[in-house]
């Protein structure tokens, strides 16, 4: 397994996402300037964790179809020491009360064209480097996805 930082996977998607934008102009990325450089490494697969978050950016971004705000930000978990944090909010339509139970089942998707793996494949992921996923979603406002994983212990940045 490799040694992956949160920011360099982050930075990965964030680039990647940041392409795609080029040819939608209609939504905008605000903030990623909130990672903490200083977080140490996690241990796990650095390829999944893109994918988780270029999961978690593509639907955000989606979701958002006249536009709106992307915020990315990680840090320590500061009731669990040990523990890294990944917050990835949106300014969209927010996830329906209804929906929210069923957001990371196989197959369960709200959208036209989806096939409903995105979140659940992405939740296989975070479990499987021992992490947690937690939603908060209100309806016109957004959703905000706050994933922790166990820092490497002893580790430095």
Known sequence: MDHPGLGGSIGTAFRMREEAAAYEPDWVLCDATALDPALPPVLGDANALQQVVLNLLTNSREAMVGGGEIRIET?????????????????????????LSKIF?????????????????SYGIVRDHQGTVDVESVPGKGTTFVLTFPAIPGAAA
Not at 82 to 99: H, Q, T
Request: charged share 20%.
């Open 75 to 99: 840090g320590p978990v500061a009731e669990r020491r040990g523990w890294l944090r990944l917050s990835i909010a949106d300014s969209g339509p927010g996830i329906a009360p209804e929906a």
């Open 105 to 121: 089942d196989p197959f369960f998707t709200t959208k036209v064209e989806g096939t409903g793996l995105g979140l659940s494949v």
